[in-house]
Nanobody, 124 residues
Framework: QVQLVESGGGSVQAGGSLRLSCAASGGTERRYCMAWFRQAPGKEREGIAGLDKDGGTTYADSVKGRFTISKDNVKNTLYLQMNSLKPEDTAMYYC??????????????????WGQGTQVTVSS
């Protein structure tokens, strides 16, 4: 069992930055690759960034070049650095984990564990 707790969301103006954190616990979290998702009202949940266990990364085109996923293995914490934020980035952001080495496939149904989400609101 893996527990995931996100933090760091908030309100920011367009062009600004935020860093989201996801603290992982449960004793077996090191077996899982991790990713970030987001869901805007009325839209499907979208996988935006994945981190493989060897450090490889995958990004959705919508965030490529603006967002960076990383992990502190000592703290067991996943991060999402978000720069040049746009109003269309407004959504609930979730971290997730699945029991595979690679997180290149960001379909939400493949992920086993989810956090409760943190809200990001970007105003124009």
């Amino acid at each position: 069992q893996v527990q995931l707790v996100e933090s760091g969301g908030g309100s920011v103006q367009a062009g600004g930055s935020l860093r989201l954190s996801c603290a992982a616990s449960g004793g077996t979290e090191r077996r899982y690759c991790m990713a970030w998702f987001r869901q805007a009202p009325g839209k499907e949940r979208e996988g935006i960034a994945g981190l493989d266990k060897d450090g490889g990364t995958t990004y959705a085109d919508s965030v490529k070049g603006r967002f960076t996923i990383s992990k502190d293995n000592v703290k067991n914490t996943l991060y999402l650095q978000m720069n040049s934020l746009k109003p269309e980035d407004t959504a609930m952001y979730y971290c997730a984990a699945k029991g595979t080495y690679y997180c290149t496939d960001l379909r939400s149904r493949l992920f086993d564990y989810w956090g409760q989400g943190t809200q990001v609101t970007v105003s124009s």
